[in-house]
Each structure stands twice: as structure tokens, then as C-alpha cells.
């Protein structure tokens, strides 16, 4: 047996960087809006979301950070439970478990994550945040 699946890709603007196949189909959305989440998510019905948005570390401010980071987050997770999503995937920074000053060698998921408070860059402590919500949910989170 072979396996279809279609790819849907969300942003805020999606007219760069497209894939030419018709397995993939893009969506302009707004992950801080559940609304326009779960307008998209009913629209497509996508059985497992890969969450990776996130603000570019260049020129974003702190309440950016925290806009996308952490209430983004938090809407993502309403949206794919008011629509039946099956699993969703987090991607995480190595920021969370990196002290800033040691190189992460042979680092994964089962790394400690450095508590927020500890965390020498806000971005860094908006992604513990996320990690944070995401883990009382068991939420695979990768990064």
C-alpha cells in the first residue's frame, strides 16, 4: 500500500519560497489569531501540525517574542483541539538547554531545560515558556 499525504504550509505571507507540487497548498494565517487558525484547520483538516513559526532573532522586540512564542502557541494548541488535530509537533530552540557558555554536544529532548528565569536572552525564555504549556499536554517538542 502506498500513502498519499498533502502538505499545507501556514504563514503570514506565503508568496516566497514555494514548492512546485500539488501536494502542498499554502494558507496566509495568522498563528496568534485562533480564529484564522481554525478557520484554516477546518478547511484542510490536517491530522498532525508541525509548529516551527517564530520570530526572526534579528530586529524582533520582546513583546514579539512573546506575541508568537507564547500566546501563538498557546492558539495553535486551542486550534488543533477545536478541530480534531491527532498530534502536534513543537520545534523548540537549542537555546532552552544551552547555558551560553559550553557547546551542546550530543544534545536532545532529554537535555534539562534551563528555567526561564535563568535564561540570559528573552527569546530564549519565551521558547522555555512554550515548552513549559506544551509539556503538560505531552506535546512531542523538538529543536
Not at 507540487?21 to 501540525?49: H, R
Request: hydrophobic content about 35%; glycine content about 2%; aromatic content about 8%.
Amino acid at each position: 500500500d502506498t500513502y498519499a499525504s498533502k502538505i499545507s504550509v501556514l504563514d503570514l505571507h506565503t508568496s516566497r519560497n514555494r514548492h512546485s507540487s500539488s501536494a502542498v497548498s499554502y494558507y496566509d494565517g495568522d498563528i496568534t489569531s485562533v480564529t484564522s487558525l481554525i478557520s484554516i484547520f477546518e478547511k484542510i483538516k490536517p491530522d498532525v501540525v508541525i509548529h516551527t513559526a517564530s520570530p526572526n532573532l534579528m530586529g524582533a522586540n520582546n513583546d514579539l517574542y512573546y506575541k508568537v512564542n507564547v500566546e501563538g502557541t498557546k492558539c495553535v494548541i486551542e486550534a488543533c483541539q477545536k478541530t480534531g488535530v491527532k498530534a502536534l509537533v513543537y520545534t523548540s530552540s537549542a537555546s532552552v538547554i544551552s547555558d551560553t557558555i559550553n557547546d551542546l554536544v550530543n544534545a536532545d529532548e532529554r537535555w534539562p531545560v534551563i528555567p526561564a528565569k535563568a535564561q540570559t536572552e528573552y527569546y530564549s525564555t519565551t521558547k522555555v515558556h512554550s515548552s513549559h504549556i506544551l509539556s503538560y499536554l505531552n506535546v512531542l517538542s523538538v529543536f
